[in-house]
């Protein structure tokens, strides 16, 4: 099938499916549920193969890792999938109710996005995890995982769209693209599709952004800072430091870039490369920090690295505001951490760091859809429109403006005739 | 001065309007109305060169209009202004707070996107309210309005510069743009503009949104359409579709195309085409139509086309449901109406139609954000990303998460030491 044909498939889909109460939605969650569970064994086989091609194709440990999808994965996303039909109906909902006159009332009221196009890593719990958030959010969507996936996504597909059509969702909300021909495709049909996910490596994003006509939401990179003021506690200082650089260290929320005030560099440098080298971490330092430990030389190009690696940037600063200008320079507005014990620095710190999370005395790894109570994570966005930071449901949703008239036209406004009340109403939308 | 170089004080400026107070920012707002009236002569005679210079190029009557600037419309942008001042501050304000674990606390707080160009028509007030709506909402702003305007709006800008400057508004924020070629600069300054809101014709608006790396918000077109059940009560009928293509007709909210179900089209089509003949409107209709009434010939073509003109395509429908597929393929997503008397139908209607106002009952022109009680219009969004619809002040702001810890770091939760509470706090933002 052609791609705008597959596009008009999943408009048509969505139109019904924004339609559909929270009711059928969740036992459609459901349904997916009992359908993973009943078809284990077809799904494990499956991914088996995927496994067994991988290690002929030499794939390295950290993806054969990630492209597992055993027993305990399944039930894994099957109990993600029971929160997540007990968290509320996010569509539907009033946001805002204005009585404009006597029988005219305005109401903005959620409903999906439409149309979501994800193209994604090679974890297979990720298309269970972003098909189930579309459709509790009421949106169509196309998923392309992983090439290495291709069985376990062909049967996860199956498996949803049987489970959901037998649950009454509208059929084609849920389609699997297997091949990069159709991802490029699919970029150019702003006439279907809402929305553009990608996840995966900075390269990667950069490309789709720049290859869409469909608005992109994510992040190409994560350049994240910790600040530590002249005031902070060093032992703290040292332990969200270590946490931030290597508690997961190919995340977009690691620590890249460290500044330090110059006044407690003495203090605190020594201390804090005996632990970043316990964990095999190298230090890059400015000619400031190499005064004091040795390290490699960083250069301006390390301020604009992103390196995912067990290697660390540290330059010194004079002062907390050439600490914010280095962030708002070179950052990527993702993450950035101020270290202090002064509340009105942090204060301004928050206020003038440009970033979706400013964060006082805390490991940037807290950047994270699940860490912030999200339940669930779409992805995490640098843009400062629709969805910012950590994405849950909320950045798959949408409103319209429902307004109940009777018989009003806009000239007795205009002639003076009527006069605007512009009251807000405390009602739900009701007909 | 080279547009990057305009970009980049902007976006500085930005980022210290940003950490400004609410009262700073009214006492910005009170100090330009101040200074609009304290030079009301100068500016009244930048304006009449303005016109003089248009005439001699032939300007038409109803663009002329539209860029006079006298002593009455210099009042009502003051009195627009301190309206503005009476709103409550948008920033700062906390829309979610979650107690993560002891000690550990998170915040999503509303902030300024940051820097937004706005290119515009030729009328001055834009320019005021434009500029006063970003001051509100502590964004940078980098304004093109008309060529036409020029002389106005150079001394409008210069007296906005004084008035904010003086009142402690960082400089640069506010910048005027006088020529086509800053645009085309100003649209690939992705690393400086977080948002583009272009206004005026559709073709212009289409130009923006192909040639700008930066977000675009606004709407191509307005294919607005009103759905004429057979239920509807006639006289109101009449009246409405009167209001919605003749109140103003060069307005995006204008009705396009009429849809009327056969089973009443007998009945209403030959009172309504000599309602809409009294006001001069041309009718274009299908088979069913001309059946009926005599009417010109309309083919799907004129399904497609936003004639902001007085003339109006007409078609029969069989069903609602045919109705939603009409507007649903050949709409644009802006504004659409149903009229009828029954509540199910409606919501059926008000669900499946994906168009930002889906209106029961009432004219398309009360699609507004000054009819909709938000003030003040930034304009009309048909993308259902960030802000759709009528968009007010809301649509300038973002948000960003403020993390506020006490040491935690993420391996405690990882290893399971620490657990997350995430339960939902009641307090607004403080350190």
């Known amino acids: 099938m052609q791609m ?45 193969e995927d496994m067994k091609r991988s290690q002929t194709e030499n794939l390295g440990a950290p993806l054969l890792k990630r492209l597992t999808f055993d027993a305990d994965k399944i039930n894994d996303v099957i109990k993600g999938i ?27 009221v959620t409903c999906p996005i439409g149309v979501i196009g994800v193209i994604f890593e090679s974890r297979p719990d990720a298309f269970i995890q972003i098909a189930t958030l ?20 062909r049967i996860l597909c199956r498996v949803i769209q049987e489970a959901t059509a037998a649950a009454g969702i509208p059929q084609g909300w ?36 720049a290859n869409s006509t469909i608005p992109v939401m994510g992040h190409a990179d994560g350049i994240c800072h910790v600040y530590v003021h002249d005031d902070a506690d060093l032992k703290q200082a040292v332990d969200i430091i270590v946490d931030s650089k290597t508690q997961y260290v190919a995340a977009c929320n690691t620590l ?65 505001d050439a600490a914010i200008d280095h962030i708002n320079t070179y950052g990527s507005g993702h993450t950035d951490v101020i270290l202090s014990a002064d509340k009105d620095f942090v204060n301004t710190f928050m206020t003038l760091v440009d970033s979706a999370c400013v964060f006082w005395n805390c490991s940037t790894r807290f950047s994270d859809g699940f860490r912030f109570g999200f339940g669930a994570e779409v992805g995490i966005s640098t843009s400062k429109l629709h969805a910012r930071g950590p994405v849950g449901l909320d950045g798959l949703l ?9 018989g009003q036209c806009v000239i007795d406004y205009a002639n003076g005739s009527r006069k605007f009340r512009h009251e807000p109403n405390q009602l739900d939308f009701h007909l």
Chains 1, 2 share one sequence.
């Open 256 to 320: 890249e870039t460290l500044l330090i005030n110059e006044k407690i560099a003495v203090s605190l440098l020594p201390i804090l490369k005996v632990a970043l080298e316990n964990k095999g971490v190298l230090i890059k330092g400015d000619e400031g920090v190499r005064k004091i430990i040795s390290a490699e030389t960083a250069t301006e190009e390390d301020w604009k690295t992103e390196y995912l690696d067990y290697i660390l940037a540290i330059r010194l600063v004079p002062s907390m």
């Open 174 to 209: 849920i389609q699997n693209l297997e091949s990069r021909e159709e991802v490029t495709a699919m970029l150019a049909l702003d006439q279907y599709i809402d929305l553009i996910i990608p996840r995966g490596s900075n390269d990667f994003v950069k490309y789709i952004m």
């Open 4 to 48: 705008d044909e597959r596009g008009k498939i999943g408009r048509d889909a969505s139109i019904l499916l924004a339609a559909t109460d929270g009711k059928t939605r969740n036992a459609g969650l459901l349904a997916i549920a009992r359908g993973l569970e009943a078809n284990a064994a077809a799904i494990i086989t499956a991914n088996n």
């Open 134 to 153: 579309c459709l509790k959010s009421g949106n169509s969507v196309l998923l392309k995982g992983g090439r290495e996936a291709l069985e376990t996504n």
């Open 398 to 406: 949408s409103y319209k403006y429902k307004l109940v008239g009777h």
């Open 82 to 108: 029971y929160s997540l039909t007990e968290l509320n109906n996010p569509l539907g909902v009033t946001k805002l109710s204005t009585h404009l006159d006597k029988g005219l009332d305005l109401y903005k």
